[in-house]
């Protein structure tokens, strides 16, 4: 059966890629770049305990692991996050004689903190590397997923798409009359990508294994908080009025 008219004319049209002379179609990309302070610091915390039978090692690393979640828990709300990670108990043969013979155990817990209040950070990363059989990693600075910051980015890319269309339009004698299409770069074939925040190296601090208890109280590590940088780019398609060639 042949199509009518009606059915003719509601078909879809194809697009047409590249705009038309009567609608000439500009596509430009727009990036930013600011670098702002961080907004939290994250630390890992190792502490061990030895035992020469497995309740032993597990009873005091019990302890110890206690000890460490109190001075975290002590700094209040200077700590947004805490977190208990892996947990190992596990035993050290002996490398004399025959057979299989267990000569201590080896206790072993991971804990993570986030802290907002970085003068606190360097009072707590410096009391808890005092301690003895206790590893501190870290800090690493980084920024809220809902950070301002990525809003801010992301919005400066749009409006740098958006005077680089004008700019290219200009140059031609004429303006921008619709947008077309607003995407993050990938959009249409892979994760969108606006921004990153770059982590910062770390900085490893370790208090000595074994010997006695410090009676001084240890100076608080001057930790200067690292910059990050956010990026965001989008790509724009934008419609002008035909340009007097």
Do not use: C
Request: charged share 25%; glycine share 6%; aromatic share 6%.
């Amino acid at each position: 059966m042949a199509p009518t008219a009606d059915s003719t004319s509601q078909e879809p049209q194809p697009a047409v890629p590249y705009g038309t002379p009567e609608s000439p179609r500009i596509a430009v990309r727009g990036e930013a770049h600011l670098e702002v302070d961080p907004e939290i610091a994250r630390i890992g915390i190792t502490v061990e305990a030895h035992g020469r039978d497995r309740r032993e090692a597990l009873a005091d690393l019990t302890r110890r692991n206690a000890a460490a979640l109190d001075l975290v828990k002590s700094y209040g709300d200077a700590v947004e996050r805490l977190e208990t990670g892996a947990f190992s108990i596990s035993p050290e043969l002996s490398r004399r004689g025959r057979g299989e013979r267990v000569r201590t155990y080896h206790g072993r817990v991971h804990i993570s903190a986030e802290l907002t209040d970085f003068t606190a950070l360097g009072e707590l990363t410096s009391a808890l590397a005092d301690r003895d059989l206790t590893r501190v990693d870290g800090p690493w600075w980084a920024l809220r997923p809902d950070s301002p910051a990525h809003r801010t980015a992301r919005q400066q890319a749009v409006r740098e798409a958006l005077q680089r269309a004008r700019e290219y339009a200009e140059a031609l004698g004429t303006h921008l009359s619709a947008l077309v299409e607003l995407a993050d770069i990938g959009a249409e074939s892979t994760p969108p990508y606006a921004f990153e925040a770059q982590a910062s190296r770390a900085m490893r601090t370790r208090s000595a294994y074994g010997g006695g208890p410090i009676e001084d109280e240890a100076a608080a590590l001057d930790l200067e908080p690292q910059r990050q940088h956010v990026y965001a780019q989008v790509n724009a398609r934008f419609t002008m009025a035909p340009p007097q060639l």
